[in-house]
Nanobody
Framework: EVQLVESGGGLVQPGGSLRLSCAAS????????MAWFRQAPGKEREGVAG???????SYADFVKGRFAISYDNAKNTLYLQMNNLKPPDTAMYYC???????????????????WGRGIQVTVSS
């Protein structure tokens, strides 16, 4: 059983930064894909950034140049560094894990079986 636990969310002013972490435990594997998704009230869950088992990374257009995804193999932890945050970035952020995926599927929530409970990020002055 895979467990994913997010941390690092909170309230930040526009232009500020946060770093989200997602600690993976249970049936962890070095060959897996992980990604960050977000869901704002009344909106569908959308992909933010993903990384596959070969280290290939995909970003949603709306975060390119502002967010950076990374994975620490030694700690089994996924990170999302978020800079220059904007009010539309306000959402619940979720991490997800899947043993293997086509690179083009990295940001599709329907392709993931394992999810964290999510953490709130609020960008407001």
């Amino acid at each position: 059983e895979v467990q994913l636990v997010e941390s690092g969310g909170g309230l930040v002013q526009p232009g500020g930064s946060l770093r989200l972490s997602c600690a993976a435990s249970g049936a962890t594997s070095t060959t897996s894909c992980m990604a960050w998704f977000r869901q704002a009230p009344g909106k569908e869950r959308e992909g933010v950034a993903g990384i596959d088992s070969l280290g290939r990374i995909s970003y949603a257009d709306f975060v390119k140049g502002r967010f950076a995804i990374s994975y620490d193999n030694a700690k089994n932890t996924l990170y999302l560094q978020m800079n220059n945050l904007k009010p539309p970035d306000t959402a619940m952020y979720y991490c997800a894990k899947q043993p293997s995926l086509m690179a083009s599927w990295l940001l599709l929530p329907s392709k993931y079986d394992y999810w964290g409970r999510g953490i709130q990020v609020t960008v407001s002055s």
